[in-house]
């Protein structure tokens, strides 16, 4: 049963534009959820963060916004450039308080930004 | 630059070989993850340390054993591997504080031949 799903295998957008990315979860445990940047041939890279004490998270062009009542969150790209290109993956945590804890990933969405 | 380093980048080896991955960081985290990740499909964790010690083991196959060495170093090692054991593992690490993100390394593309 995939808890973390991203129902969204491919996003094209312009440059300049906004690239939205969503992610929906089930586990209602999870209390902290990250969005993660792959290049091919490279490990994820950690962008942005956010708890579930929080429904807005902001760094620099990136936002993550999480919706708790819908178990939804979302990636905000503004404006998109075309080295956002890459694919994205949401994960989510259930017991971050620990200090270690399980990441759960989903399947990623690939990402074009278009010259 | 991953602050994340694994070695080696490629690893190619037979069903019968002994062969381990190395994971080092220097940012004085204290919890460090191994995961697999096949091709097309999200990372999934094998193991976690935290402090040194083991933590989370999921349901991994004896053949592979992790070990950590001290903070700074995680190894992996392999044995009597199989051919659908081919796939990409990623070593992470975290500082061990609540809600801090787990960073990766560029991982090792392993194939059993």
């Known amino acids: 049963d995939q808890q973390v799903k991203q129902n969204s295998p491919s996003l094209s957008v312009q440059e300049g534009r906004i690239s939205i990315l969503n992610c929906d979860y089930t586990n209602s445990m999870f209390d902290y959820f990250l969005w993660y940047k792959k290049y091919p041939a490279e490990g994820p890279t950690f962008l942005i963060s956010i708890s579930s004490i929080k429904d807005k998270n902001e760094d620099g062009r990136f936002t993550v916004f999480l919706n708790k009542s819908a178990k939804h969150l979302s990636l905000h790209i503004v404006p998109s450039q075309p080295g956002d290109s890459a694919v994205y993956f949401c994960a989510a945590s259930a017991n971050s308080g620990a200090g270690s804890y399980q990441l759960t990933f989903g399947k990623g969405t690939k990402l074009s930004v278009i010259p | 630059d991953t602050e994340v380093t694994q070695t080696p980048k490629h690893l190619v080896m037979g069903m019968t070989n002994k062969k381990s991955l190395k994971c080092e960081q220097h940012?004085?985290?204290?919890?460090m993850y191994w995961y697999k990740q096949k091709a097309k499909k999200p990372p999934e964790l094998m193991f976690v340390?935290?402090?040194?010690?083991?933590?989370i083991n999921e349901s991994v196959p004896s053949r592979f054993s992790p070990e950590c060495p001290n903070s700074s170093l995680l190894n992996l090692h392999l044995h009597a591997l199989q051919p659908e054991d081919s796939a990409l593992y990623l070593c992470?690490?975290?500082?061990?504080?609540?809600?801090?993100?787990?960073?990766f390394g560029d991982g090792t593309r392993l194939s059993i031949l």
């Open positions: 992470a690490s975290s500082p061990g504080h609540i809600n801090q993100p787990q960073h």
């Open positions: 340390y935290s402090y040194e010690k083991l933590s």
């Open positions: 940012m004085g985290h204290r919890a």
